[in-house]
Structures are given as C-alpha cells and as structure tokens.
C-alpha cells in the first residue's frame, strides 16, 4: 500500500520517531553519566541511600537506552487512533514491541511508542466495531470511538509496508470482519512452521488478547482446538503479567509435557522478554519437591485393570488412602509414649506433655510432629543438666561435680537410645509401607480399582528400584504430609501447557506451589491421548481442585496453524460432542490419502512425498508413526534408503531438543510442535480402530500439518477416515 495518501507522512513520521529515538538514547546516556557523578558525590557524603537511588536510575536507564537501541531499525508495527468519550480529537497511538518515550513524561504526547502489553494498547488489538475500551490498573476504564486501526511492515528503518482497517468506513458499509481478509495475519500464517514457535505480538487476535490481559490472580482455563494458539496466547500473557505485575521471572513456570517441548517454545520466550522463565516438566518438578530422583519406569499400562490402577493413583481419592495411612500410624506412636522419669525421678515428662507436642498445630506433617516432641524431649533434658551444672558452678551445697558429670552421662546415654527407634518415615519406605497397608485401603475401598493389583504392581515397580509416572503425584503429596513443602520454592503464576495431560492430584500438588492459586492452563480435552493419566473433564479441576478459586475459562476454535482443507479433514476425526475447528486460510491443496501395497512402497512414496514437499517449499516435514518403535525403524530405514536427505532427526522419549528439517516421531511426541508438511506413515484400520483413543492420536497427529498433508495406509485405510 505504498500508493497510500498518507504513505509519505507515515514515512516521515517513521523517520522522525528514530530521530527522537536516538535523541532519547543520548539523553539517557547523558543522565546516566552525571548519575555516576552524583553517586560518587553520595558516597562521599556517606548517604549511601541516595547514592543506592542514583545506581538503581542508573541501571534501569541503561536497560531502557539499550531496549530502545534494539527498536531503532523497527520502533513499531502499528497505529491506531481513538477517541476518549467527551473528547474532541482523536489521539494517534503506536504500538511496538518496546515503549519509547522521553526522560520526563508530561503528557502522553511525550510517548512515542507503547509497548505491546501497555493497558492501551489493547484498543489496537481489539477494536473492530469501532468501540473500544481499556482499563488501567483495573480501576479506571477509558471508553471512546476508534476510526483507523493500522499496521506497518518496517525493515532497516525503512517503511516498507502498510495496510489498514478504516473501522469508520467499514461499519457504514456493513461489511464484515473476515479473518482471512486481514492481510498481516495471513502472511503471517503462510510463513512456514520454521524451528521453533513464534511471537505473534503483531498479529495477535481479539478474542486472544483478551485471555493474554486477564487478571494474575486466578485460575485461566484455555480450551481450545488444535493449532488455535493455545501455546501462544499462555505464553505470551506470561510476557504481560511480567511486564504489568512487575514479577520476578524466576517466581513464574512453565510446566510443560517434555523436553522437546520446551525447546521448541525456547526461541519465542526471548522474543517476548520471559527468557528468565522457569521451565520444567512435572517429573523434573515432583524430584525438586521429593529431594529424591528415583528413575522411573518407562512401562505404559498394557491392561484396562492396570490403566484403571494408574488413573486411580492421580485422583484426590488417593489422598484419603495417605491421611489414614498416617494417622494410623501417628496414633500407634502416640499410644506407646510412656512418661519419662529421669536423674533419680528429678525430672519428669508425663505423657500429656509430650502428646501436646505431638498433636500441636493443624497441618503439621508427620515427621515434624515427631521432630517437635523430639526437640522438646532433647530440650528438657540437657536443660536440666545444665541447670545443675550451673547451680555446681555457683557452689550450692546440694549440687556437686561428680553428680553433675553423672547426670551429664545419664542425659547423653538417654537422648541416644531413646530416639533409636523412632518411627520417622523415609519417603519411598513411606510410600512401600502405604502400598502394603491393607486396612487403610479397606477404609476408603477405592471403586473400580483392583486395589490387590494396585498394591502387587507398585510393589514389584519400588523393588526394581523404580517409580512410574503415575506415582510420582501421591508421592509428591505424601511428601507433603511427611515432612512439608517448605524445600519448594512458591511460584508467582504457573502455566500448564497440555494441561489435559495433568491429573488432579497433579493439580492438586501445583496448587501447593502457588503463592495466590494464580494458573493460565492451556489444553484440548480431545487430545487426552493418554488412555492412563490426564483429566476427565475441565469440569472435573474446577469442582476437586480450584473450587475455591477464581476461575475463567476460555474456549478458542479459530485454527490458526492449519490450511482449511487439513481442518475439514480433522474435524472429521475430532470426538463427537467435542467443538469443531474453525479455518482461517485456504491453501488451495487437498490432503492426499494414499494405500501402499507393503511397506517398501510405503518407504519409497515417504521419500519421494518429502522430496515433493520440499519443492513446495516446505522447510520442516513431520512424519509420523502410532508407535515410538516404528519411529526409530522409519528413520533407520531413510537413514540407508535415502541419504541424500539432509537434517533427517528421530523424536525419542529422552530426547531433550527438536532440530527442525524432516523430523520422524512418534505422535505421542510430536504433540505441540507443528510441520509446515506432515506425512501420517500409516493410517491403515490396524493402528486406527474406531477407538476413542486411536481417535484422539489421529486427529493430533493430521493437525500438526499447517500446508501439506499426505497421508500413507498399508492395508485398509482407518475407518476413522472414511
Ligand atoms: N494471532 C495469531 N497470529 C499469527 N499466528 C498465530 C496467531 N495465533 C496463533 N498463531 C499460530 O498458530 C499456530 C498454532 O499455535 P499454537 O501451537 O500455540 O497452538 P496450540 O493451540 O497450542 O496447538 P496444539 O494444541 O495443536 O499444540 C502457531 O504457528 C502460531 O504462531
């Protein structure tokens, strides 16, 4: 749109904002100079409060001259101009990815540039009807009229392009808003899956930014189908709360499936300032909170009976087994506490005493308890000898040395073989002996579940040395009750990515590390893939864990990341009763669905498919397998067949980074990640029954695709397909 009218002044308007820019950079270095000035002149008069104030100026300019150093080449990517109600003019704002403004703000003229995540730059990214409104610290609402809504493509300093929303001109018209009519959008989405995720600061859609700005201190459920941003939005509204709640990065996590994943999201986190976030899986935070790593086994629960036992172990129900357990265990010890007569009946514990030690305090874990009596038992007795020894040292006649010494032996000899036999807990014992501990289990009667095999199953899994998956929640709890969480740091906000994938008892042990029950959770219930583990229903954590929390939830069915002819073919897949995607951008090319008489032929067309896409243009193909074992016999057998192709990676379940180029994985692992051309290995009616499962794992893996999809069956194509 270089034919603009405005085009030129726009131009001017560009060159002069980097002019500013510079000025600005200058200003600062200027003041940051004379803050070294004023800091020595501080010092040297020994106020070091001021000279402390004139450091922290000093390096918070130099932060703001270098963010606006990086943004001379592109200071921003939009404009919109509003009008606050009772106003006469309208205002123009520039969004960018940094605020600029000058040293001293006196009126929002001296603004340049408004960051992205400034309170006002949500009227760019959410007038459409030419009304708008933002709010400021959550008190003060500005309402008015937008009239233009624009977007620039900057390189080098150099407007390059633009393109705009007249919202005036549109509502008189009565023309609707179509998604795929927004140009800046759609060559965004046709840009190509690339290595990693990318930020979408420029592009970033109403009903997106919407759940980006909701408040901290609550509970934000993103539903939404696959390649609907999920990922996206979650991250990019960590990048907002850093900015908005000025929080401290290393007190907000990612929990996300593996180490794949967050690799992937690794490039975007720069890009959006939340670099410093924490980032983690469940295991690699169940370990920081049980102080212990036990390797965990990598079987999957071949059986219904065993799927049922594993699900089980991820219910709050789980927790009632644990109390029992304990308890049980509390009042047995409690019953043995005898009174403790010590030095000739000179000092007496009573068994009340020592039972307030114990049952002092709600909440208190089980070792504690124990520890507490202990430290008082200790307490008592070294006092007394002490006591004595002073009374010896200031010549009492009743008290003398040799008395004081034997007393001093008596006490020691006490204090060691009393605590001998203690019954503090050691995690796994604790979690061995709960296993084992039949009247516990009879006391809840856990419905549906084999508690026999339950027990017999985790017995032989601890005896091997190893823990599944599924135990690592009651053990995180049972650590809880054992011995605490004040080990584990809290956090300021956790965000679940597939957070279908998290039980609640996994919700439940998070919530504990939340400061304020403050989440964005992302997921899809249809890609609950995981016939063992994983939420039932989001009904499910609001109602047994976050009932007591503020909680909003969202549902995004815009699919942002594939062409509608993959969509149109997903939807098919997707489980009846669950929402269907909604397109945004066509690419004018129908999947293909194709049989291959045996596996050579399957090979051959895999090849000769990958080459096919790489003509189109494709810089990263998935293809993928049901099963991580047919992964790796994939990759080897391109390995020998087709050398020639360079960048060629498997996914393992261990592996810790994504490589982009032609990526070979099993679908379970493919999961977030997504190809600009995918081809599905085998989709035949052996690896995809009608299966709600098969179901779920077919439409995860026919979504990663953005462009291209090819789609191989040896044998009789899914009927899921059909
Ligand atoms: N507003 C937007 N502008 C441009 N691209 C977008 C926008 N929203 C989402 N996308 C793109 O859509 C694709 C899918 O996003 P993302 O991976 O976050 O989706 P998801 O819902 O987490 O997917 P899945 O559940 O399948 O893992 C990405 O390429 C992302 O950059």
Partial sequence: ????????????????????????????????????????????????????????????????????A?????????????????????????????????????????????DWRDPVSTIFYEAQDGRASYEVLD????????????QYKIEDGQLISMSEDNILSKLMSRQQESLIADPFLLERLLKGAGDRLKDIVTSIRSEQNQIIREPLNQVTIIQGVAGSGKSTIGLHRLSYLLYNEKLNPAKLVIVAPNKIFLDYISDLLPEIDA????????????????????????????????????????????????????DKRLEKFCLKLKEISLFEGQLIINREQQLEKVVEGASVPYNERLRSLQKYIRFRVRNFVEVYEARVKRGEARA?????????????????????????????DGYAE?????????????????????SAHTQTTLA????????????????????????????????????????????????????NTSFTIMGDMSQA???????????????????????????????????????????KVIPSGRSKAIPVYEIGRKPVIEQAPSAMTALTRTIETIEEFQKLGCKSIGILTKLEADSQKLYEGLQSAAPHLTNLNVITASALSYHGGITVAPIILAKGLEFDGVIIWNASDKKFTSDFYDAKLLYVALSRAMYYLHILHQGRLTPLLK
């Fill in 275 to 326: 670099q410093d976030v924490k980032q983690t899986t469940f295991p690699d935070l169940a370990a920081a909170i049980m102080q212990i790593e036990p390797d965990i086994s990598q079987a999957i629960a071949d059986s219904e009976p065993l799927a049922t036992v594993a699900r089980w172990k991820g219910t709050p129900e789980f927790i009632k087994v644990m109390e029992i357990f304990l």
């Fill in 139 to 150: 008190r003060y609402t500005y309402t008015g009229d937008v009239k233009l809504k624009r």
């Fill in 1 to 68: 749109m270089s034919n603009h009218p405005d085009f030129p002044a726009e131009q001017q308007h560009l060159a002069d904002t980097i002019e500013a820019m510079k000025q600005i950079i200058k200003d600062l270095e200027n003041d940051m100079d004379d803050r070294v000035h004023r800091i020595n002149q501080s010092l040297s008069k020994k106020d070091e409060v001021s000279a402390y104030v004139h450091s922290l100026m000093k390096s918070d300019h130099a932060i703001k001259a270098s963010d606006i």
């Fill in 434 to 454: 709960l296993i084992q501990d039949k009247q516990s289990w009879r006391k809840v009667k856990p419905y549906g579940v084999d508690v026999e095999l339950l």
């Fill in 529 to 571: 893939i995981h016939t063992d583990r994983g939420l039932t229903s989001w009904q499910a954590l609001l109602k047994d864990v976050f009932d007591e929390a503020k909680c909003r939830y969202y549902e995004v069915n815009f699919s942002y990341r594939s062409a509608k002819e993959i969509v149109d073919l997903f939807n």
């Fill in 400 to 428: 003398d040395e040799k008395t004081a010494a034997r007393y001093a032996a008596e006490g020691d000899k006490f204090i060691e073989q009393h605590f001998a036999k203690w019954p503090f807990l050691g995690l796994l």
């Fill in 464 to 515: 091997a040395g190893l823990v599944e998956r599924d135990d690592l929640a009651p053990l995180c709890y049972l650590k809880l009750l054992l011995d605490g969480l004040t080990h584990v740091e809290k956090f300021d906000h956790i965000a679940v990515d597939e957070g279908q994938d998290i039980n609640l008892l996994e919700y439940i042990v998070l919530s504990r590390l939340s400061r």
């Fill in 70 to 114: 990086k943004a001379l080449d592109n200071p921003y990517f939009g404009r919109v101009d509003f009008r606050e109600d009772g106003a006469e003019e309208f205002d123009q704002y520039y969004i960018g990815r940094t605020k600029v403004a000058k040293l001293d703000i006196e009126s929002v003229k001296d603004i340049l540039v408004f």
